[in-house]
């Protein structure tokens, strides 16, 4: 993906270290800042555990987040322009739970795949319509939305877990090496990034985020734009779900429970606004990766899952705090004229 | 008027100098301002005014030299610390309670009373006082969101009268009145200075700059250029104009009429509820029309419907001979019907995207094809064209002046294509060489054959371009007249009803 996708291209004219990150913006400067603090993390973690830095857990690692990776990237599309999904984690519940009801029941792979990518982007789509139509905050709304999915994933499978044989290809296999999870999960992220970057659908969301009522003047179909943004969410999300079940080997109900939360705090320690127009794919990965990193540790280290909860809020609260703290000494050192 | 201004300065500032980055927004100036005058601040956009104001209101801390308030030194930055001191600053969108009535809007953020509690009869005798001083006949409890702006304004000017307030920072306090109420405010702001208070004036209207000011500071490229005593010397606009561009600028005048055009547009008894009500209008290819009326006359509801941001609930609108039905720009810009919004920072830009993304939106929208082309040599011939500050389509839009940043807004409007413009107060807050720029580009763009209709509460806008100006009241076209027989006299009568009460 591409290095940083900051929203102004940098300009040439400045020189020094100091000016090479006011360059790269504010979304730039704090992808940097991140990538530095991951790098200390991974160092300590290095030193607590022998087994941190060895391949075999590294690949774990990548395999572990993978599913992660693939809900934040459809944040991170959402998220910059102005939108939300909490939905997003139900809807991989279901999604996994459907296939693997067709799995078991007799039909073919490609079918299952297909029927389920086309219920998540249908789920997307009626998210995005009901937001556009009824113009219902994102975050209620789709509250709402998770819900109803939850429901029928319980429904479907009276709350009990589907095992799932030979669907092993898309999560537990390797290719060349790297686990097919972290594979996939690479892909979506390059893609949401070239997406941000480069097609009109990926800046017209940074422009609604970045300033709505201008972008409808300007004439950007936002209604059409912000549809298609659910939609790429709902897609993404069930293709969470199939990596989910194919990596488990079973499909459950509660799958995804959680997840869009996780999503978001992600997103968020990459420098993403709730607000929207600001945030990146690499800031993302970044986010992604150090909560992935941070529970690991903490798994090799025999830590409690309870603690082990009360450590990732702790990193999602300080990223978010610094994350304000360097926005507003920025803005003190930006200044008019 | 007003007492007479006492020579001793109350605030001082010395070779005072800034820098954001590479670049030097004050140069080492110098800043005197008098108890009981009103000093206005001149400059063209990027001049360094609004640092210098940001300096004196301690909203920043200069990098170097000294800020003087009754002869010490003023040491700490902030809001708090401001008010401490006595410096006030009013901004251009009033910063009231809308829900709190005029004693407690008033009384904000002031400390009285014992034990937590309100002490509602001081808060009534200070309010009183405060409005007495100001001649102002308004009622104590009534909350302020129901008060006419210009009377908000003036509750403005009361809160800082109340809280002993010994310096007042006023930035375009006029921006969103019409013209006789911006009268009433200025008549305010001298009676403010008579109680002793040192009046920071910074505006664009030089007219009303030779009315309230005593003296000027004329800022130029991070310089002081010239301290002008307005009254004593007879200052004129086009002295104040000189020095703000340093050079003569002659009176704009709108392009000569090619004559004939074919309709590009036509208006038919549009009628929106009850602000606008059966308003005709036709513009003609090469034409510029000015469409003229008080605040909330009407004219920005008419701007709103050709741009498709409004549907009429009756009439109707025409481009080329078709009806235009649309519910979105997005829509009236596929017809060809392009807008400059008034308010640029809501409406016009995204502030997070660079000059050139900026430039561009409009075209991109209306474009195809799933990739977004950055267009650089375009965007840089734009840049050159409208002679846009900094020259470098790769900064972010939001480091610009407001004058470059209107500049950029028009260039996305033209950008897009269209043949019919609307603009909105084009020149507004705008400095007196980017309005020269701004007026000459849509003097080209009539000269190319584009219609355009200039809506604008300013007698001086419409007279500046227009070669026909329609003038509404009260939601009516009430008259049509060309430019040569249209003065600031007889427009500002027509569209106050003056002329029809006398």
């Known amino acids: 993906m591409s290095a940083v996708d900051s929203l102004t291209a940098p300009s040439a004219a400045r020189r020094g270290p100091l000016a090479a990150l006011r360059r790269l913006g504010p979304t730039g400067s704090h992808v940097a800042a991140l990538a530095v603090v991951l790098l200390v993390v991974i160092v300590v973690a290095s030193l607590l555990s022998e087994t941190f830095l060895t391949s075999d857990n590294l690949l774990n690692v990548a395999r572990q987040v993978a599913v992660l990776g693939i809900l934040a990237g459809a944040t991170t599309l959402l998220m910059v322009s102005g939108g939300i999904d909490l939905s997003i984690g139900a809807c991989a519940s279901l999604c996994g739970v459907i296939a693997a009801k067709m799995l078991t029941g007799g039909d073919s792979a490609t079918l299952a795949v297909l029927a389920v990518l086309a219920i998540g982007m249908g789920v997307g789509l009626l998210n995005g319509i009901a937001i556009v139509v009824s113009n219902a905050p994102p975050l209620i709304l789709t509250l709402g939305t998770m819900s109803i999915l939850e429901g029928f994933s319980q429904a479907t499978t009276n709350a009990e877990t589907i095992p799932v044989s030979n669907f092993g290809w898309l999560g537990a296999a390797t290719l060349a090496g790297i686990p097919m999870p972290a594979f996939v999960a690479g892909l979506v992220l390059v893609a949401c990034g070239l997406l941000l970057r480069f097609t009109r659908l990926g800046r017209d969301a940074l422009a609604i985020g970045g300033n709505e009522h201008a972008s409808f003047v300007a004439g950007i179909g936002i209604r059409r734009v912000k549809v298609a943004l659910y939609v790429i969410a709902g897609g993404l999300a069930a293709l969470a779900g199939l990596v989910l079940v194919s990596r488990v080997g079973a499909a459950s109900p509660m799958g995804g429970v959680g997840l869009e939360l996780q999503a978001v705090a992600a997103v968020v320690i990459g420098g993403a606004s709730l607000a929207g127009g600001r945030g990146s794919v690499a800031g993302t990965v970044l986010g992604v990766v150090l909560l992935g990193v941070i529970t690991n540790v903490l798994n090799l280290l025999n830590v409690q899952t309870y603690y082990q909860s009360v450590a990732t809020g702790a990193v999602i609260a300080i990223a978010v705090m610094s994350g304000q703290a360097g926005t507003r000494w920025r803005s003190d050192r930006a200044g008019g004229h | ?502």
């Open chain 2, 1 to 502: 008027m007003s007492a007479a201004p006492s020579a001793a300065p109350l605030l001082q500032a010395l070779e005072v100098r800034k820098s954001f980055g590479a670049t030097q927004a004050l140069k080492g100036v110098d800043f005197e301002l008098r108890a009981g005058e009103v000093h206005a601040l001149l400059g063209p956009n990027g001049a360094g005014k609004s640092t210098l104001v940001k300096v004196i209101a301690g909203a920043l801390r200069p990098d170097a030299g000294r800020l003087l308030l009754g002869g010490e030194e003023l040491g700490r930055i902030g809001p708090a610390a401001a008010h401490a001191a006595g410096i006030e600053t009013m901004l251009q969108q009033t910063a009231l309670i809308p829900d709190l009535s005029v004693a407690e809007n008033i009384a904000l953020g002031r400390r009285g009373g014992r034990g937590g509690f309100v002490d509602w009869r001081a808060q009534r005798r200070d309010g009183a006082a405060a409005l007495a001083a100001l001649g102002l006949d308004l009622r104590l409890e009534q909350p302020v969101g129901e008060l006419s702006i210009a009377d908000q304004r003036a509750v403005e000017l009361a809160r800082a009268l109340s809280r002993r307030c010994r310096v007042l920072i006023l930035d375009e306090p006029t921006a969103t009145l019409g013209a006789r109420e911006a009268r009433v405010l200025l008549e305010q702001v001298r009676r403010t200075a008579a109680e002793g208070v040192g009046v920071v004036y910074v505006s664009h209207h030089l007219d009303e700059v030779l009315e309230v000011a005593d003296r000027a500071t004329v800022v130029r490229d991070g310089r002081v250029v010239e301290v002008m005593e307005l009254r004593r010397d007879g200052v004129q606009a086009r002295d104040l104009v000189r020095a703000m561009i340093g050079r003569e600028v002659e009176v704009a005048q709108p392009p000569a009429l090619a004559g004939g055009g074919a309709i590009a547009l036509e208006a038919q008894s549009v009628t929106v509820g009850r602000r606008l009500q059966e308003v005709s209008l036709t513009l003609r290819r090469g034409e510029i029309v000015g469409l003229f009326g008080a605040v909330g006359a009407g004219q920005s509801t008419l701007a709103r419907v050709l741009s498709g941001q409004t549907r009429p609930s009756a009439g109707s609108v025409a481009v080329d001979g078709r009806p235009l039905r649309v519910r979105t720009p997005r829509g009236a810009l596929r017809r060809g019907v392009a807008l400059v919004p008034e308010d640029r920072l809501r409406s016009g830009l995204v502030p997070a995207f660079d000059v050139a993304e900026n430039i561009q939106l409009s075209a991109r929208a209306l474009g195809r094809g799933v990739l977004a082309r950055r267009r650089l040599p375009e965007a840089r011939r734009w840049v050159a064209d409208l002679g846009i500050h900094p020259a470098d389509p790769t900064v972010a839009v939001s480091a610009l002046s407001g004058g470059n940043q209107q500049k950029v807004v028009f260039a996305k409007t033209v950008a897009s294509g269209g043949r019919v413009l609307v603009l909105e107060e084009p020149t507004a807050g705008v400095d007196v060489g980017a309005k020269q720029e701004i007026r000459a580009l849509v003097g080209r763009l009539a000269g190319d054959g584009a219609a355009v209709a200039i809506v604008s509460t300013e007698p001086e806008e419409v007279l500046a371009m227009c070669h026909r100006i329609v003038v509404l009241r009260k939601g009516s076209v009430v008259a049509e007249l060309p430019r040569e027989a249209a003065t600031r006299q007889t427009l500002t009568e027509l569209a106050t009803g003056a002329e029809a009460e006398r």
